[in-house]
């Protein structure tokens, strides 16, 4: 299995709103991500967990709270969100950085539109 | 802030040509990756080349690497409609532990 699921797709959510994104991947990866793209730009690096543990936090507003209850599965926790936060958020994993080179195999996404 | 700077920012091509797409950097580097993403999916790993490698082959693709100049070049030979999509290189910061990202060039191929 080489695959990245993150659900939902699609996510309409109010500013007083919580919600939840959800990553899961079965490759015996060690290292997950959190990306947001904007249209018609790259991705930005939100967050980084290797072997279950934060690594990586570029700055990200408290609003986002990510989570990794376990080596496959990768959460990000949302609340009192703002309309620019609408995005395309991106989950990736790869075998952690310092073992091997840093492939990432990527999900298909979830649209977050902020209302 | 993002590293790569890539160019040109989107091609137009009629099928069966070439492309070729630029990508400039600013600090040294393990490696560079190429991704693809189709309009509004998740991004697509096509190759990855090596600090001390200067030249990789995947199928059509074509890739260079030039730690001088700090930039890199992505070749796609003999294009095909499927190729449309956006393409960005990748560059993980030695010493560091993330991936960042270029602006990405638009590649539109025309039947």
């Known amino acids: 299995d080489t695959e990245v699921t993150q659900t939902p797709k699609h996510l309409v959510m109010g500013m007083t709103n919580k919600k939840s994104l959800k990553c899961e991947q079965h490759m015996g990866h060690r290292a997950m991500y959190w990306y947001k793209q904007k249209a018609k730009k790259p991705p930005e690096l939100m967050f980084v967990?290797?072997?279950?543990?934060?690594?990586i936090n570029e700055s990200v507003p408290s609003r986002f709270s990510p989570e990794c209850p376990n080596s496959s599965l990768l959460n990000l926790h949302l609340h009192a969100l703002q309309p620019e936060d609408s995005a395309l958020y991106l989950c990736?994993?790869?075998?952690?950085?310092?073992?091997?080179?840093?492939?990432?195999?990527f999900g298909p996404g979830t649209r977050l539109t902020v209302l | 802030s993002q590293q790569g700077e890539e160019d040109p920012q989107a091609l137009s091509i009629q099928e069966g040509e070439n492309a070729t797409m630029n990508c400039s950097y600013k600090t040294s580097i393990n490696n560079l990756q190429w991704y693809r993403q189709n309009s509004g999916r998740g991004l697509v790993h096509l190759i990855l080349?090596?600090?001390?490698?200067r030249e990789k082959h995947s199928g059509r693709l074509r890739v260079t690497l030039d730690t001088s100049k700090k930039s890199s070049s992505l070749l796609i030979t003999a294009s095909r409609a499927a190729d449309t999509a956006s393409y960005f290189c990748?560059?993980?910061?030695?010493?560091?532990?993330?991936?960042?990202f270029g602006a990405g060039t638009r590649l539109f191929v025309k039947a």
């Open positions: 990748a560059t993980d910061i030695t010493g560091g532990f993330k991936t960042i």
């Open positions: 967990y290797s072997y279950e543990k934060l690594s």
């Open positions: 990736a994993s790869s075998q952690p950085w310092r073992e091997v080179y840093n492939e990432q195999f």
């Open positions: 080349i090596r600090s001390n490698e």
